[in-house]
């Protein structure tokens, strides 16, 4: 199953309403809460300001999945399902929350603290039955072109 691929019979996302595999414009969002008195954006959803601990002021929001690497780390030696190895990083998105996730697309050499990453969703792990656990995963950005 490619980065890119929307669920199938033979996969399932990691937990529901996490993500939409493709939003209107054909790119991945991640599905967050916002305060409407702060502004602040949280992920995953919030049903009640965490900072705040108001009721009745999160909103349900898309949140475009840019932004860059914080701390990452090799796994050499994963859990069963897991394909190792693969990367594991702390992503700040440009919306503002942080999330753990893995890097896919990238060698050891092409990360840095501070690399712009964009949101894919892909396989997470394989169950033993075969099903693929889809979810948020993060790649290198690509350059924009001119």
Excluded at 16 to 44: H, M, Q, W
Excluded at 51 to 74: A, F, Q
Excluded at 102 to 113: M, Y
């Amino acid at each position: 199953m490619s980065a890119n691929s929307a669920p199938t019979s033979a996969s399932k996302p990691i937990r529901p309403n996490l993500f939409v595999a493709a939003a209107a414009d054909g790119k991945p969002r991640l599905l967050g809460s916002r305060c409407r008195e702060t502004g602040k954006i949280y992920f995953p959803s919030e049903a009640m300001n965490p900072d705040t601990h108001k009721t009745g002021t999160m909103e349900p929001v898309e949140i475009p999945g840019r932004g860059s690497i914080v701390s990452y780390t090799r796994v050499t030696r994963g859990l069963p399902g897991f394909s190792s190895p693969y990367t594991l990083a702390v992503v700040e998105l440009d919306a503002g929350p942080s999330l753990v996730a893995q890097i896919e697309g990238a060698g050891e050499t092409e990360l840095a603290v501070g690399t712009p990453v964009e949101l894919v969703i892909g396989t997470i792990k394989t169950e033993k039955d075969g099903t693929a656990i889809i979810g948020p995963k993060f790649r290198p950005r690509r350059p924009e072109g001119p």
